[in-house]
């Protein structure tokens, strides 16, 4: 990222340095962090004229409350506000892109510090000499070469850094005790052997798909005769820019000699092809229909001569030159791959006709499945898809070794997400049961349990290992996801930062 603060006219003051002799460093010095603050005004190049973040005009701005206490930024070294959002412009130099996010960030961490400042005082925890020693140690100001805590360092520090950092320990320890007693999550033996028990008894399963593919060849040959133009292909190549302006000017530099075609994909083209020197090598009529923002300019293409160039037409990802690299060609109907993207066709532009038929042919499937599930894929021409052992996970648990990431092909995993009834049915059923036909997306499946479902070790290691660490994060995400809903925050970021900090500095 830019680190010029170049941030559309909104830019967070740095902290100054301190006059003097240099003295030894032992990492960054508490005076660099949370010393003496010298606000520096700095002028930012903006779209409009030169601007300037000035707190001329607000010394303290009120982003919102929590439970009646103001949630400010304030240019001072003790406000957490200015201290987490000049701590982030270090990690992430501010620009245009990021400095609502970097605004953001600091003021929902000073949200969730004030909440739990609240709740330490409401406890009365107090920090206590101890406490304080231990979190001067534990800041890593005052370290030596082998990282153990430097007492001459610290000793010779000046008495207004050492009280810099002892207001803001005192400031945010206790929100810190609050927060490690609430995400501190104990975890009985009781709740292990129960977590593990939801991954003890999965299940292997099998299915077969039916799907457009399923349609007769007969019919699709019959529905491309009818009306060939969708299956046509063409030989085309392809030069992708952002504004129409652009690509005329291309093409002027063509058509004059200036340049190649070849060489103007490889100068300016910014879509996929361009490694290929713009060639899209063989091209259905329906699919550049569908890249085109008017689909009555993919005739267009289509009917341009071998060699010549078509005038900018629009797209979904710019405007787009073709070249035709050959004619027009009608559809080979005894080709599997042409009559796929029939189906394929049929099945988005004359649903009700496809699903009609793939409904009826799933019905057919399953009858056969019942009697032979191998044997009525194989009679079919259709695929047995297999799935690992899965656990029952209707509520789809990160602590349960489901069917996601087993299922290869993903529409059992669909099937039994959209609809638990199902998934219910396919883990309760007994062993080589058939079930369905059951519909995911425009395809049915036809699903038998298996043998082959022994648990995963692996899995179960790694929750034995991890559900502990996994539990405070899930307390850790409660706690915040509380305090942002509670009925005591009023949040005004958007519109403040809208108005005293980007309106600000346009001033």
Do not use: C
């Amino acid at each position: 990222m830019p680190s010029d603060n170049n941030a559309n006219g909104a830019v967070i003051p740095e902290k100054g340095k301190k006059n003097g002799k240099d003295k030894k460093k032992h990492g960054k010095s508490a005076g660099w962090i949370i010393g003496v603050i010298v606000l520096i005004l700095i002028s930012v190049t903006f779209i409009l004229p030169t601007t300037v973040f000035s707190v001329g005009n607000s010394q303290k701005i009120e982003f919102g409350r929590y439970n009646g206490e103001p949630i400010s930024l304030e240019l001072a070294y003790d406000n957490y506000f200015y201290n987490q959002l000049y701590s982030l412009s270090q990690m992430y130099p501010a620009s245009s892109q990021n400095m609502m996010q970097l605004y953001a960030q600091a003021f929902y961490q000073t949200v969730f510090h004030t909440a739990l400042s609240q709740m330490a005082d409401s406890a009365s925890i107090i920090v206590s000499d101890r406490m304080l020693s231990q979190g001067i140690i534990n800041s890593g100001l005052y370290r030596d070469d082998n990282g153990a805590f430097d007492m001459e360092a610290y000793n010779a520090a000046s008495q207004l850094d050492k009280e810099a950092l002892r207001d803001q320990l005192t400031d945010m320890l206790p929100s810190q005790v609050v927060f490690q007693d609430m995400t501190s999550v104990k975890t009985s033996n009781a709740e292990y052997d129960f977590v593990s028990a939801l991954n003890s008894t999965p299940r292997a399963f099998q299915y077969i798909t039916v799907d457009y593919d399923t349609y007769p060849d007969e019919d699709a040959r019959a529905y491309a005769e009818a009306d060939p133009a969708p299956f046509m292909t063409k030989a085309l190549s392809v030069l992708t820019v952002a504004t129409e302006s652009e690509a005329n000017d291309i093409i002027t530099s063509i058509q004059n000699g200036e340049k190649t075609f070849e060489d103007a994909v490889a100068e300016s083209s910014t879509d996929s092809y361009s490694a290929d020197g713009g060639s899209m090598g063989s091209v259905l009529f329906n699919d550049l229909e569908n890249m085109l923002s008017n689909t009555e300019d993919a005739t267009v293409v289509f009917d341009t001569a071998t060699g010549e160039l078509t005038a900018p037409v629009q797209g979904y990802t710019g405007w787009m030159i073709f070249r035709a690299d050959g004619e027009s060609v009608l559809p080979d109907l005894e080709d599997p791959a042409v009559l796929s993207d029939v189906k394929r066709y049929i099945s988005i532009n004359d649903s009700e006709t496809m699903s009609a038929f793939v409904s009826a042919k799933a019905d057919e499937v399953f009858a056969a499945a019942e009697a032979d599930f191998d044997q009525a894929a194989a009679d079919n021409g259709l695929i047995v898809t297999d799935v690992n052992a899965s656990s029952y996970n209707p509520g789809s648990s990160s602590f349960i070794n489901g069917l996601a990431g087993n299922d290869p092909e993903g529409l059992l995993y669909n099937a039994a997400t959209a609809d638990t009834a199902f998934q219910r049915s396919i883990y309760s059923a007994s062993e080589n049961t058939v079930i369905g036909p059951q519909q995911t997306g425009s395809s049915y499946i036809i699903v038998r349990p298996v043998a082959g479902g022994e648990a995963n070790t692996t899995w179960t290691n790694y929750l034995d290992l991890m559900y502990s660490t996994s539990t405070s994060n899930l307390a850790a995400q409660d706690l915040q996801s509380s305090i942002l809903s509670a009925d005591g925050f009023e949040d005004n970021f958007i519109t403040t930062y809208l108005s005293d900090i980007m309106m600000t500095s346009a001033q």
